[in-house]
């Protein structure tokens, strides 16, 4: 297979390591491989046979045309040089992308092919028993669950359970402070009801978990004090009970939940936070039998880090400890994403059945470090101008200042009353610049600079200040 690659001289070196027993050619075209033209290309492969062309990943233009008039296929390299060593020993074994650069699609196919298999491995998977169709211990992967504290008091409760459901919580948790009714809880459930995902309720009161058997699907959470009680009835509901030690131990209140009838048990030893036993309660996992329920939520909330990886570390140690369900939570700003973030961390570790380690897998919580630094070419240049340190006086632009925001996953910018909306910094800005709003060359710099701060903001979860610092 004769391949041709036209490069830049700025990557050159690259490329040619990187074809190093290949059958290729490597053709500068000029000092930068983006800007390779379709007549340059034509041109190119008119010269001797090719069974297949690989440009830039960086390339902006259409080769389509030339495909159709030369029959040779044109496919997108990766992005960056360094890269195509990676991408040229999988030529033999898939077809790259016409539109797409390789770093990408390559990505985006493994890890669909990731996901492929999580579904597959918990379709063909035993369970301890299933809960509106979701499957809980046995070999199914942990399950995530979702709490919403205080949920009498929530005004948007639907969206937020909705919400969690499409974040990928598997159970949605209704929590239920001291302060709420049966009447509160009953009200709850009723806005949520049809709804077809299990739903838990989350109270040691015994009238507010009565108030919610006609449809919760799982109790949070039963021990000696509550189960003579309310256990018969949850038992008679034929729903599922995670139970928690108290002043009684965890197998004896157990024991107290199957004589009350309660079948289907999820065994909580309760995970304390850092600095208050962490690494002495994952003992308590040892030797219990029924399905286990790992409350990592609670360790996140009360950690003033990222929540990402403290997530993807947390599913590990309840994937070693054998856990079937794990608990996360999004009371605070901080750990707003972590639900999301506990599912991929999930699915990473339902990856590594056959692994040592959960590391390519086709799926990461890599956020803001990446895997492999890139290593691109030194910028070459003949003079060198010092930049001047820009005025503090500013020339307000005749035509008048924007407002920049954003609403849910939207970049807003307003002037006049008028706003333009969108998702990408660089469609709002040339929305901007194609109704005229603009004069002069620092307010789009401006623009562009502020713009960009509000996708990033969108991006990482992060609040927007006009102005402020990132």
């Known amino acids: 297979m004769r391949i041709l690659l036209p490069t830049g001289a700025a990557t050159e070196k690259m490329v040619r390591k990187a074809v190093a027993g290949f059958d290729a050619d490597v053709v500068v075209t000029g000092e930068i491989a983006s800007f390779l033209t379709p007549h340059k290309l034509h041109t190119l492969i008119q010269k001797k046979k090719y069974d297949l062309v690989i440009v830039s990943g960086m390339c902006t233009a259409s080769f389509e045309k030339v495909e159709r008039e030369t029959g040779v296929p044109v496919y997108r390299g990766p992005r960056h040089a360094a890269d195509l060593a990676l991408v040229l020993p999988l030529l033999g074994s898939l077809t790259l992308s016409r539109t797409v650069p390789a770093d990408e699609f390559l990505t985006a196919k493994k890890a669909g092919e990731a996901i492929f298999r999580v579904d597959q491995q918990e379709e063909e998977a035993g369970a301890d028993f299933v809960v509106r169709g ?104 034929v729903i599922a009970a995670v139970i928690v030690p108290g002043e009684s131990t965890l197998k004896k209140n157990i024991a107290l939940a199957k004589k009350a009838g309660i079948t289907c048990i999820i065994a909580d030893p309760l995970l304390q936070p850092v600095g208050s036993g962490l690494v002495a309660s994952l003992n308590n996992f040892k030797n219990v039998g029924p399905p286990l329920f790992f409350g ?34 999004e009371h605070s700003d901080k750990t707003r994403g972590s639900i999301g973030e506990m599912r991929q961390a999930v699915e990473m570790m339902a990856l590594t059945r056959d692994r040592p380690y959960p590391k390519d897998l086709g799926i990461d919580l890599l956020v803001l470090k990446e895997k492999r630094k890139r290593r691109e070419p030194p910028v070459v240049y003949e003079t060198v101008t010092s930049a001047k340190t820009m005025p503090d006086a500013i020339t307000y632009d005749p035509k008048g200042n924007f407002r920049i925001g954003i609403e849910g996953d939207q970049i807003i910018a307003a002037i006049h009353g008028r706003a333009v909306r969108g998702k990408r910094w660089q469609d709002v800005l040339y929305t901007i610049l194609s109704q005229g709003d603009v004069s002069l060359p620092d307010h789009i710099g401006y623009l562009g600079r502020e713009l960009y701060k509000a996708e990033l903001a969108i991006r990482y979860g992060r609040s927007f200040e006009q102005d402020g610092e990132f």
């Not at 009953?186 to 009565?210: G, K, N, Y």
């Open 296 to 329: 990592a939520g609670n360790v996140v909330e009360l950690l003033d880090a990222d929540s990402i990886g403290a997530n993807a570390l947390l599913a590990g140690m309840a994937k070693e400890v054998g856990a079937s369900m794990i608990f996360s939570s």
């Open 134 to 237: 979701v499957k809980i211990g046995g070999s199914s992967r942990m399950k995530v669950l979702a709490e919403i504290m205080d949920a009498h008091r929530c005004d948007a409760l639907r969206e937020e359970v909705e919400r969690f459901f499409f974040a990928g919580a598997d159970i949605v948790d209704l929590g239920f402070g001291f302060d709420a009714t049966p009447e509160d809880v009953s009200r709850a459930f009723s806005l949520v009801e049809d709804i077809d995902r299990p739903l838990a309720v989350d109270t040691q009161v015994p009238e507010l978990i009565r108030a919610a058997l006609s449809r919760a699907d799982i109790v949070l959470s039963l021990q000696e004090k509550n189960i003579p009680l309310i256990g018969s009835e949850v038992g008679d509901a």
